[in-house]
């Protein structure tokens, strides 16, 4: 019964009744995480992932050592550099919207510094 009323949910009811604190990826065990690359890689500039709280460096590592998931295999593969720019609590559902979203260079502290200080230094 309650899985046949999550999918007619829309809107922020919906996260709330997915994020209820149950299940493998509810909001208490889950830490969505942001991904710099230092050189974009074609149309990626980032990668937004979403890991338990206890092992965020560990699956930061899985991504530098190339055996996470695709998009880091092969930006790892390509020589780019990545660091973690911003992590978030939250559940599979929130890693969900902020991917659909998009604009990731938004939410990006590296980015929006670096936008500050080209704004802040114009080339003549």
Known sequence: MLRFRLRR??????VRVLDRGRGPYCVRDVLIYLL????????AGHYLGFTKHDSV???????????GSRLMQVVVRAGITFKLA?????????????????GASRRCPI????????????VS
């Open 36 to 43: 710099h690359f230092d050189t974009p890689y074609r149309h």
């Open 9 to 14: 949910r829309r809107g922020p009811e919906a």
């Open 57 to 67: 460096d560990e699956r930061v590592a899985k991504h530098a050592a190339g055996t």
């Open 86 to 102: 911003r992590t978030w609590e939250g559940g599979r559902v929130r890693e969900r919207q902020l991917k659909k979203q998009g």
């Open 111 to 122: 980015c929006l510094k670096l936008k500050k200080e080209k704004n802040e230094n114009p």
